[in-house]
Nanobody
Framework: QVQLVESGGGLVQPGGSLRLTCAAS????????MDWYRQAPGKQRELVAS???????YYDDSVKGRFTTSRDVAKNTVWLQMNSLKPEDSAVYYC????????????WGQGTQVTVSS
């Protein structure tokens, strides 16, 4: 079973930056796709970014040009760099692992809170 642990959330002012990290209990290269989701109160969970083992990374239109995700094989982590943050980015952010390109996530982290406010 895969364990995922997110860290790096917190309070930041609009226009600021945060870097989220997801640590995995298995070699991240063995995971087909690492995803980042977010969920705000009263809103549905949405996919923010995806980092497959091969091929192009995916970003939701709402974060394109501002967020970047990648795997750090040496540290066995995946990170999400969030720049130019907006209040509407406030949410609980989750990392998730997929065993196939088209399947649903198989494992989830506990989530980390990101709050963008002045």
């Amino acid at each position: 079973q895969v364990q995922l642990v997110e860290s790096g959330g917190g309070l930041v002012q609009p226009g600021g930056s945060l870097r989220l990290t997801c640590a995995a209990s298995v070699n991240i290269f063995s995971i087909e796709v690492m995803d980042w989701y977010r969920q705000a109160p009263g809103k549905q969970r949405e996919l923010v970014a995806s980092a497959p083992r091969y091929g192009s990374r995916y970003y939701d239109d709402s974060v394109k040009g501002r967020f970047t995700t990648s795997r750090d094989v040496a540290k066995n982590t995946v990170w999400l760099q969030m720049n130019s943050l907006k209040p509407e980015d406030s949410a609980v952010y989750y990392c998730a692992a997929r065993s196939s390109l088209s399947g649903a996530p198989d494992y989830w982290g506990q989530g980390t809170q990101v709050t963008v406010s002045s």
